[in-house]
């Protein structure tokens, strides 16, 4: 059965739901929890004014280094909760435009072999112009995900 499992969070409610399912899984099942959350860097809206670069550099930065310490904060409550349950956990935290990209290569580079996730279950053309982290998973992973709405 499954025995490396990876929790993908982005501190959402619906995040931590899936972090207790996972968890009482892994301790059923003897496993092992490998908890991912992926910040997206500062990306600068161009308003036809050329901002002070040396601003800009100020701001990305302190704004990289906050989302960067909220993901550590989200991959710590996995964390919290596995050893609350005696079940063993790896924590990574990464910093993408794409966090689908790093949820992929966390799971092939730890060797895990089911991903749970959730959905927020978006729907019609919202889901079509919104996208999905977790469709984006499905459509570039080859590892199992459980996907919990």
Same mark, same amino acid.
């Given at each position: 059965m499954?025995?490396?499992?990876?929790v993908?969070?982005?501190?959402?409610? *619906?995040?931590?739901?899936?972090?207790?399912?996972a !968890?009482d899984?892994?301790?059923?099942a003897? %496993?092992?929890?490998? /908890?991912?959350?992926v $910040? =997206?860097?500062y990306?600068?809206?161009?308003?036809?004014m050329?901002?002070?670069? *040396?601003?800009?550099e =100020?701001? +990305?930065h *302190?704004?990289d280094? +906050?989302?960067f310490? #909220? @993901?550590?904060?989200?991959?710590q409550?996995?964390?919290? /909760? $596995?050893?609350a @349950?005696?079940?063993s956990?790896?924590?990574?935290? @990464?910093?993408?435009f794409?966090?689908? =990209?790093?949820?992929?290569n %966390? /799971?092939?580079?730890?060797?895990?072999? !089911?991903?749970?996730m %959730?959905?927020?279950?978006r729907?019609?053309?919202? &889901? #079509?112009?919104?996208?999905?982290?977790? +469709? &984006?998973?499905? $459509?570039n992973?080859t590892v199992p !995900? *459980?996907?919990i709405?």
């Amino acid at each position: 059965m499954f025995k490396n499992i990876l929790v993908p969070t982005d501190g959402s409610p *619906l995040s931590d739901k899936v972090i207790k399912y996972a !968890v009482d899984f892994a301790k059923d099942a003897d %496993a092992k929890l490998v /908890a991912i959350s992926v $910040a =997206e860097p500062y990306l600068p809206l161009h308003d036809g004014m050329a901002p002070d670069p *040396l601003y800009m550099e =100020e701001w +990305q930065h *302190l704004h990289d280094e +906050q989302v960067f310490k #909220l @993901a550590h904060d989200y991959v710590q409550r996995v964390s919290d /909760a $596995a050893k609350a @349950a005696g079940v063993s956990c790896k924590t990574m935290t @990464a910093i993408n435009f794409n966090p689908y =990209e790093e949820i992929v290569n %966390a /799971a092939e580079k730890c060797g895990c072999d !089911v991903i749970f996730m %959730a959905s927020h279950g978006r729907k019609g053309l919202n &889901k #079509l112009f919104l996208g999905s982290e977790t +469709q &984006k998973v499905l $459509a570039n992973t080859t590892v199992p !995900v *459980l996907v919990i709405r």
